[in-house]
């Protein structure tokens, strides 16, 4: 299951989005013979890249912040 499509987070896919729901607009038949297949995979893999770029940017956050944590805990060993 993807995050909601259509956030502020989602940008970069928007244009795919879009396609994706006037795909779906056209309405059941259309769906149910897989004319919206391909664009619906062209949004999983954008939504998978950006949600690949999120996590390498948070895992980066979240080292230099336990990196700051332990500098404050070696000084206060350091002066204990």
Known sequence: MHPHLHTKDNTGCEEIMSAL???HAR????K????CSNIKRDV???LRAERLERTAENRQ???EKRQKI???WNEIDANS
């Open 21 to 23: 729901d006037e795909c």
């Open 27 to 30: 309405g059941f038949m259309w």
């Open 32 to 35: 149910a013979m897989g004319m």
């Open 44 to 46: 999983n893999k954008c």
């Open 61 to 63: 956050l979240a080292k």
């Open 70 to 72: 332990q500098a404050v």
